[in-house]
């Protein structure tokens, strides 16, 4: 019997980790990518890669050496401030979770596939189920084809998920504008340190990664309507900095420098959610991973993580169940809809943990407690 086609759409982590483990068992995949080519966008930050996660399904792939190779030095330290400065918490012990660069994970998987594995500038506009649990796929450049196995990996706004859940993410309350120090000096690394750096006051704080480049966001509790209302062209970088100086006024001057020197590239976000627990009755030939799943606030570093773990987990099932494709999904979202509703919860409570008219106390105390 011919091997099932496999559509996979999006070439996040997600879904090249799906691609790549099935490469490593031989099992054909084309992953469908709306950019023209890796270098079309900039990928975010930095991402701690969990054990039983992340660094579970690099090792599935046959690229955890490739992997620790490109991690930073002390990138699992963590600092504590509030507004003044004061620091609270400065740990630079090892927590087990290297830190990497999202463009350097996602650049190692790219160039682990095979040439042709990532069909690079097919954007989906729009799938349905053609029968016998197989779909057609259609594409901005007016291209259609068809996959017996189709694999939402698309992230927020997934084209896919309608196939089998009418929920939307939700605003969660905070919306953030991405800042870059791209040649960040010493005394911007030594405030933020190698690692990880939360500053909390008042429901705001810039939360940053540390290293040669320093990447902030500047974070507020808001109204969903904050950002579209405030009058401010967040694309024009002098007067969004001054905006974010505006709302960090009473900030410590060494903090909102954060702010003045960073680079020209801002981009203003919100922080969106799946409901927790969501999921969505067994539907023949289609399935989801990572934030097209379960997107969730990024306060507990589980986002890019369950997407690593979601991709090698489904990569393993279809192996396992050869051509019993519905047995190889039924079994991934059986283990997947428990894990990814913990996580969000966990998620939400560190959401609410981050941003409360008393922070950083509750930060603190939850660092504190940790053994």
Known sequence: MSKPVIGIVGAGLGGLVLARILQQHGVPSTVYELDAS??????????????????????????????????????????????????????SGESGRPEIDRTDLRNLF????????????????????????????????????????????????????????????GYCGISYIELNLTDADERHRALVGPGLMFALSDNKGLLAHGGHHVHVGASLRVPEEWIADSGVDWSDAPAA??????????????????????????????????????????????????????????????????????????????????????????????AMFPRAAAAAEASAQGLDTCFADDSPRALVEFFSEMP
């Open 38 to 91: 890796a270098q079309s966008r900039g990928q975010g930050g930095v991402l701690d890669i969990h054990v039983e996660s992340g660094q579970f399904a690099l090792r599935e792939a046959g690229l955890y050496d490739q992997f620790r190779e490109l991690t930073h030095p002390q990138g699992e330290s963590t600092r504590v401030l509030d507004k003044t400065g004061t620091v609270y918490i400065d740990d």
């Open 110 to 169: 790219i160039d682990s596939l095979d040439e042709g594995r990532i069909a690079w500038g097919r954007k989906l506009v729009g799938a349905r189920p053609i029968g016998a649990g197989r779909h057609e796929l259609s594409f901005a450049d007016g291209s259609t084809t068809e996959v017996d196995l189709l694999v939402g990996a698309d992230g927020t706004w997934s084209k896919v998920r309608p196939l089998l859940s009418a929920a939307l993410p």
């Open 241 to 334: 900095r001054e905006a974010l100086l505006k709302e960090f006024a009473d900030w410590s001057t060494e903090l909102t420098d954060l702010i003045r020197d960073s680079d020209d590239r801002i981009i203003a976000r919100q922080i969106r959610a799946l409901p927790i627990g969501h999921s969505w009755a067994r539907i023949p030939g289609v399935t989801l991973v990572g934030d097209a799943a379960h997107v969730m606030p990024p306060y507990a570093g589980e986002g890019a993580n369950l997407a690593m773990q979601d991709a090698a987990e489904l990569a393993l099932a279809i192996v396992e169940h050869g051509d019993d494709l519905e047995t190889a999904l039924a079994r991934y979202e059986a």
